[in-house]
């Protein structure tokens, strides 16, 4: 049905990218000329990410009509995961001309990449016609009125992405507002929309008391647990669907608020033997899937999800629930949020706090009182990580723990496109300060290049080179327990840093990307 539209003139007139506007017309240009480029190469993969809505959509075409094969990528560190040779599409124009060849929707592969519960990319392979299936039932669902533009917050690399960002809106025939957005000041949409975007995202929203000057007709979010809270916050200006499904099987069900999920259209769930549930549907090619979640069917139709079996671990001999584990610890007055895990053979806590002084001391004692075995390794942070599609974000997780030096207390963050201010603390007792000055400790010059990489490789979401850094002066004497501001400015080729504090320098550089 999506493809059927690049062998007429039917729709050339219709206005299918917004900010700015493309019709569908030029965009069929773009895409022929693309698929011509495609072509000159003997290479047969393709590599897609998402920056910018219309050249995702142009590279995705025309990789259809060049036939070649579609790996999307939500983070371009992984390109160095890939074991082959694959293109990666720059700059396209416009061409005239008609296409053509028989293509069958069946017979399309669509490969994305999920990290599971290791971290380690894995190869999901789908169809375009089991997505755009998806996709038609979705609108079907929630009765999804005409003439409507997408707006989101996600990539598209990503089964959720995929599903509302690019196919709800080919298949529905809606506008697709074509920025990402990233910042709250972008959300001056005009038109009837649909919001796409994440419980991490809105979350950070109500957190600064966000309120919509013109409300979208629905919110979709998917990703993480949304909280009870966020979804009541935002339910005052629309109509907020919580979606619930993996990478492997597309959409499952969805709730809004509440526990129970309701089973979508095309879906049938049932529990196994183990209780874990079962999945059919059109939206991917195996005759079902049985995913880690253990649920309970309240009707043919709904259902609650109970726990992860994935999430018990065995430690010191016994089983360990991670979810209990974090399920208590929240009762905590100073824990936003917490997240447990195994690592190098050790349980692992991360904890967002609005309280930059809370102890890990603090926390274990309190943790103490539900449970035996207690975390070895605790990090408090400002916010738990998450990867574009709101989900933990467990290489930054893994980096952060895997370091032995002591985590300084951020306070706060201001990010925006290029350019970010981190308000940090290094606290007298970490562990680098150790024999370092001990009667007047100072902050070592390394630890403060090492922290101005970690934090611009995270705000920014970039790799920076690990040895080449230039033009690094150390102006002023920096000490422990006082607050620094490091500034960071994201450029083309490298990435700026400057530790300040009321108009004093204490040491700047410039990292190499």
């Known amino acids: 049905m999506i493809l059927e539209k690049f062998f007429t003139h039917e729709n050339d007139n219709q206005l299918l990218f917004i900010n700015p506007d493309v019709t569908f017309g030029e965009f069929k240009r773009l895409v022929l000329g693309q698929k011509l480029e495609f072509e000159k190469s003997e290479i047969q993969n393709v590599v897609?990410?998402?920056?910018?809505?219309?050249?995702?959509?142009?590279?995705?075409?025309?990789?259809?009509?060049?036939?070649?094969?579609m790996f999307f990528l939500t983070d371009k560190n992984r390109l160095k995961q890939l074991d082959f040779d694959y293109i990666l599409p720059s700059d396209y124009s416009p061409c005239d001309g008609e296409f053509e060849g028989d293509f069958d929707a069946k017979n399309i592969d669509i490969n994305l990449f999920t990290s599971g519960s290791t971290g380690v990319p894995k190869n999901i392979s789908k169809t375009l016609y089991s997505m755009e299936t998806e996709a038609l039932f979705t609108i079907k669902d929630f009765n999804l009125e005409p003439?409507?533009?997408?707006?989101?917050?996600?990539?598209?690399?990503?089964?959720?992405?995929?599903?509302?960002?690019?196919?709800?809106?080919?298949?529905?025939?809606?506008?697709?507002?074509?920025?990402k957005i990233e910042y709250p000041e972008q959300l001056d949409i005009e038109d009837k929309y649909i919001f796409i975007s994440t419980p991490s995202f809105m979350e950070k929203l109500a957190k600064y008391d966000f309120a919509f000057e013109?409300?979208?007709?629905?919110?979709?979010?998917a990703g993480a647990k949304l909280k009870e809270e966020i979804y009541s916050y935002f339910a005052k200006f629309a109509k907020v669907v919580d979606i619930y499904g993996s990478t492997e099987t597309g959409n499952i069900a969805y709730k809004c608020g509440g526990d129970v999920f309701t089973v979508m259209g095309g879906v049938e769930v049932y529990p196994d033997e183990d209780g874990r549930i079962t999945v059919k549907s059109e939206f991917f090619p195996a005759d079902k899937m049985v995913l880690n979640d253990v649920i309970e069917k309240k009707s043919e139709s709904k259902f609650v999800l109970k726990k992860?079996?994935?999430?018990?671990?065995?430690?010191?001999?016994?089983?360990?629930?991670?979810?209990?584990?974090?399920?208590?610890?929240?009762?905590?007055?100073?824990?936003?949020?917490?997240?447990?895990?195994?690592?190098?053979?050790?349980?692992?806590?991360?904890?967002?706090?609005?309280?930059?002084?809370?102890?890990?001391?603090?926390?274990?004692?309190?943790?103490?009182?539900f449970s035996e075995i207690l975390p070895k390794k605790w990090r408090i942070l400002d916010e738990i990580p998450r990867t574009v599609s709101g989900k933990i974000d467990?290489?930054?997780?893994?980096?952060?723990?895997?370091?032995?030096?002591?985590?300084?207390?951020?306070?706060?963050?201001?990010?925006?496109e290029s350019q970010a201010e981190v308000e940090i603390l290094f606290r007298k007792n970490s562990n680098f300060l150790k024999g370092h000055f001990d009667i007047t400790p100072i902050i070592p010059g390394v630890i403060q290049l090492y922290y101005a990489r970690f934090f611009a490789?995270?705000?920014?979401?970039?790799?920076?080179?690990?040895?080449?850094?230039?033009?690094?002066?150390?102006?002023?004497?920096?000490?422990?327990?006082?607050?620094?501001?490091?500034?960071?400015?994201n450029k083309e080729k490298s990435v700026e840093f400057t530790y300040v504090a009321d108009d004093k320098i204490f040491s700047s550089g410039i990292f190499v990307k």
């Open 308 to 369: 992860r079996v994935d999430r018990i671990v065995k430690i010191l001999e016994k089983r360990i629930s991670l979810d209990e584990l974090e399920n208590n610890l929240s009762k905590h007055k100073d824990v936003q949020e917490c997240y447990c895990f195994a690592y190098a053979d050790k349980l692992c806590c991360a904890v967002a706090s609005h309280n930059p002084e809370v102890k890990p001391s603090e926390l274990k004692k309190y943790l103490s009182n």
């Open 147 to 179: 003439n409507m533009t997408v707006v989101s917050t996600t990539s598209s690399a990503h089964s959720f992405g995929m599903t509302f960002n690019f196919m709800l809106p080919f298949a529905g025939d809606y506008k697709i507002n074509r920025k």
């Open 48 to 69: 897609l990410f998402c920056d910018d809505y219309l050249d995702f959509s142009v590279n995705f075409f025309a990789s259809v009509f060049a036939h070649k094969k």
């Open 394 to 416: 467990k290489v930054k997780l893994n980096k952060i723990f895997g370091s032995n030096l002591s985590y300084p207390s951020v306070y706060s963050r201001h990010i925006s």
């Open 214 to 221: 013109n409300s979208p007709q629905i919110i979709f979010l």
């Open 457 to 489: 490789e995270d705000v920014f979401g970039i790799e920076l080179s690990q040895e080449e850094v230039k033009k690094v002066k150390f102006s002023n004497i920096m000490r422990p327990d006082n607050r620094v501001t490091l500034k960071l400015i």
